[in-house]
């Protein structure tokens, strides 16, 4: 083994060429909001309009993606995704043709269901082709990690490229190269059959045998126990694992934070002059998070996992709240680059705790659960802020990202000694 085990880990077979095309399939994620935000705002001249039409997608998403990632798990990647990257496109090219055109709120709200619901969750259908390829706890800490800095990357580069083009370009432009970037990314993801994970059934036992389910695994996510399941006794949904919902509750607060932040930044730089520098402010919070993510991830932490989920979002909400303190453009990017060094770990623990407390053949539907909790939290911030951005500006924006960070530190706290028993 080399000295850098992100090294190591990019060199299992396969696994450097799906994790980059993962990566670009999950471009989308970081451009979609912020650029229907400015195409729909550009079009309505309403922050308010925008952001319902962004929460709208991003429910559908929240609401699709776990649906999905059960399909997947019980037929595989390739079949399920496939047919469903082409109506993610044309949803979304059909929201900017629809926008462009001055359409109905309701017809933009029918393309965002379309666009949303299809669009699955490429971030967990990648941390599911790494529990496949590595066994080893450490290498999968490692590998986890550098998919939250991909995660990170992917939101310094895509809230830059969106305003950029929505700004200096045309108002939509953010989502046709969302568009255009998810399809090339999805289809170099699922060509690539040799890693994708295999089908993984319950077992089917003879009368008298019990099937077995794992449901015990230590804080590195290494299995510790088993547990039987009576023949013919029908598996929980994945939400609904001990441990899982109070973990989803959590995430729905974190997501509450990043979308009221996405329209609150766009309504700053608005204000400060510098509608075109919304990205760049932005990608000063993913900027952190990277950083962190990537020195994080090099390290085998021996301290208990919740723990250390917990203290992040209390960091998160101590950053968040900075941000009502800037006055400038400067100050605001400072104040988020250093909230960011907390985000990248959070979500690390958080993945990883899905992976302890999730069997194995649900893996990928509990990774989207997550993702469905912190998406709908998203949208219940994005259209939170917006509203109160419409009464009091960018300031009143910023207040709503304060109160949901604390909130989210509150739960985590009170779910610690479930999360830490589980």
Not at 205 to 211: E, I, K, R
Not at 320 to 328: E, I, P, Q, R, Y
């Amino acid at each position: 083994m080399s000295r850098n085990p992100y090294l190591d880990v990019l060199r299992v077979p396969g696994a450097a060429a799906f994790s980059a095309a993962g990566g670009l399939a999950r471009l989308p994620n970081a451009m979609v909001a912020i650029g229907t935000v400015l195409m729909v705002q550009t079009s309505t001249g309403s922050y308010a309009v925008a952001g319902r039409v962004s929460a709208v997608l991003v429910v559908a998403q929240a609401v699709g993606a776990p649906q999905v990632a059960r399909f997947v798990d019980r037929a595989g990647q390739r079949r399920v995704l496939l047919p469903l990257l082409l109506v993610t496109t044309a949803g979304l090219l059909g929201l900017v043709a629809a926008a462009t055109s001055h359409a109905p709120e309701w017809t933009l709200w029918l393309l965002a269901v379309v666009a949303g619901g299809t669009q699955g969750s490429y971030g967990a259908y990648v941390r599911a082709r790494w529990t496949h390829a590595v066994r080893e706890p450490r290498q999968l800490h490692t590998a986890f990690s550098l998919e939250a800095s991909v995660d990170e990357l992917v939101f310094i580069v895509g809230p830059i490229v969106a305003t950029v083009l929505a700004t200096a370009v045309v108002s939509s432009g953010g989502l046709v190269v969302a568009a255009v970037a998810g399809l090339v990314g999805g289809l170099a993801f699922l060509v690539q059959r040799r890693t994708e994970p295999p089908v993984r059934r319950p077992s089917e036992p003879s009368p008298d045998t019990a099937a077995i389910e794992v449901v015990t695994r230590g804080d590195d996510g290494a299995i510790v126990g088993a547990a039987p399941v009576a023949p013919g006794t029908r598996q929980r949904p994945a939400i609904l694992v001990p441990g899982m919902p109070v973990l989803a509750v959590v995430f729905l607060a974190m997501g509450t934070i990043f979308g009221a932040v996405d329209v609150s930044t766009v309504a700053f730089a608005t204000e400060q002059g510098a509608r075109g520098m919304a990205g760049v402010v932005l990608a000063a919070f993913a900027l952190g998070s990277l950083v962190s993510g990537l020195a994080y991830g090099a390290v085998h932490w021996r301290s208990r996992l919740s723990t250390r989920f917990v203290v992040g979002t209390a960091v998160i909400a101590a950053g968040v709240s900075l941000f009502l303190t800037a006055h400038s453009k400067v100050a605001l990017a400072v104040a988020m680059s250093l909230t960011g060094l907390a985000i990248a770990p959070t979500l690390v623990n958080g993945n990883a705790m899905v992976q302890a407390l999730v069997p194995s053949n649900r893996l990928t539907e509990g990774l989207a659960w997550i993702g469905t909790a912190s998406g709908s939290g998203a949208a219940l911030g994005s259209w939170l802020a917006g509203t109160r951005i419409d009464a009091g500006g960018s300031e009143a924006g910023f207040l709503v990202a304060m109160i949901a960070g604390w909130a989210c530190a509150a739960l985590a706290l009170a779910a610690l000694p479930d999360l830490r028993k589980r």
